[in-house]
C-alpha cells in the first residue's frame, strides 16, 4: 500500500550509541519531514526537506543529521544518543502542492535511550 | 515558539454529543490542518483549510477559520466512541509551506 514506512518501529539504544532511522514514502511526495513527539511537548520539527538534495533545520534539529539523496528517502542519523533524546519519531510528506493535502505519517519509531 | 495552542487540553463527551475543540496561533498563516492520532498511532489528516476560507465541512466535521482572531475551530458533530483521540492542529506560516507547525494536542474521550 503507498504510504510513509518507517523502520525501525521500536529501538533501544545505549548513551553514545549512533543509528539510522528509516523513512521512505513511494507517492512522489517533494516534502519530507522529521518530527519527534514527547509527552506534553506535541510535535517538534526537526528537520525538513523540500525535494532531493535540500534538506534544512527545523526547531530541534541539535544531536541529528538529514540527507535527502533521493525522492523517495529521508533517513534520520543520531550521532551520539543521548536519553534526552528518547522520544517517538515521526516522519511525514506532503506534495509540494499541498493546498489541499497534508501531511501523510508514518506510524513511527519509539526509541529509547539507557 | 510559533506553534498553535489547542484548547481546552482534555475534554470528555457521551457519545452523540457534539465536541468543539479551539485553536489559537501567533502570526500570519497559509493554511490551517487538523490531525488526529489515535493511542500508539501515527498521525492522521483530518481537513485543511485556507486563509482566505471561513469555513469548510468533510463529513461530520466542520472547520472555522477566524484570521482576525487568529483562531479555528474543529466542531465533531454526534460523537461516537471511535472519535476517542488526540486532536492536533498544525500551521503552515506564510512562506514556510513546508513546515508544518503542531500544537500540543487536545486529548477526547467519548463515553459510550
Known amino acids: 500500500n503507498a504510504g510513509v514506512t518507517q523502520t525501525p518501529k521500536f529501538q533501544v539504544l545505549k548513551t553514545g550509541q549512533s543509528m539510522t532511522l528509516q523513512c521512505a514514502q513511494d507517492?512522489?511526495?517533494?516534502?519530507m519531514s522529521w518530527y519527534r513527539q514527547d509527552p506534553g511537548m506535541g510535535l517538534r520539527l526537526i528537520h525538513y526537506?523540500?525535494?532531493?538534495?535540500?534538506?534544512d533545520q527545523g526547531e530541534v534539529p541539535n544531536g541529528y543529521n538529514v540527507s535527502r539523496s533521493t525522492t523517495e528517502d529521508f533517513p534520520l542519523r543520531l550521532l551520539s544518543a543521548a536519553p534526552s533524546q528518547t522520544s517517538v519519531y515521526f516522519c511525514?510528506?506532503?506534495?509540494?502542492?499541498?493546498?489541499?493535502?497534508?501531511?501523510?505519517f508514518g506510524s513511527g519509531t519509539r526509541l529509547t535511550v539507557v | 515558539s510559533q506553534q498553535g495552542e489547542e484548547d481546552p487540553q482534555a475534554l470528555s463527551i457521551q457519545e452523540g454529543e457534539n465536541a468543539t475543540m479551539n485553536c489559537s496561533y501567533k502570526?500570519?498563516?497559509?493554511?490551517l490542518q487538523w490531525y488526529r492520532q489515535n493511542s500508539g498511532r501515527g498521525l492522521v489528516h483530518l481537513i485543511l483549510?485556507?486563509?482566505?476560507?471561513r469555513e469548510k465541512h468533510s463529513g461530520r466535521l466542520r472547520v472555522t477559520l477566524d484570521t482576525s482572531k487568529k483562531s479555528s475551530s474543529l466542531l465533531i458533530t454526534a460523537s461516537r466512541a471511535a472519535d476517542t483521540a488526540s486532536y492536533f492542529c498544525?500551521?503552515?506560516?506564510?512562506?514556510?509551506?513546508?513546515?508544518?507547525?503542531f500544537g500540543k494536542g487536545i486529548t477526547l474521550s467519548v463515553r459510550p
Open positions: 507517492m512522489n511526495h517533494e516534502y
Open positions: 498544525a500551521t503552515d506560516f506564510t512562506g514556510a509551506n513546508s513546515k508544518l507547525t
Open positions: 502570526t500570519s498563516i497559509n493554511n
Open positions: 526537506s523540500v525535494g532531493a538534495g535540500i534538506t
Open positions: 483549510i485556507r486563509s482566505n476560507e
Open positions: 511525514a510528506s506532503s506534495p509540494r502542492e499541498a493546498l489541499n493535502y497534508g501531511y501523510t
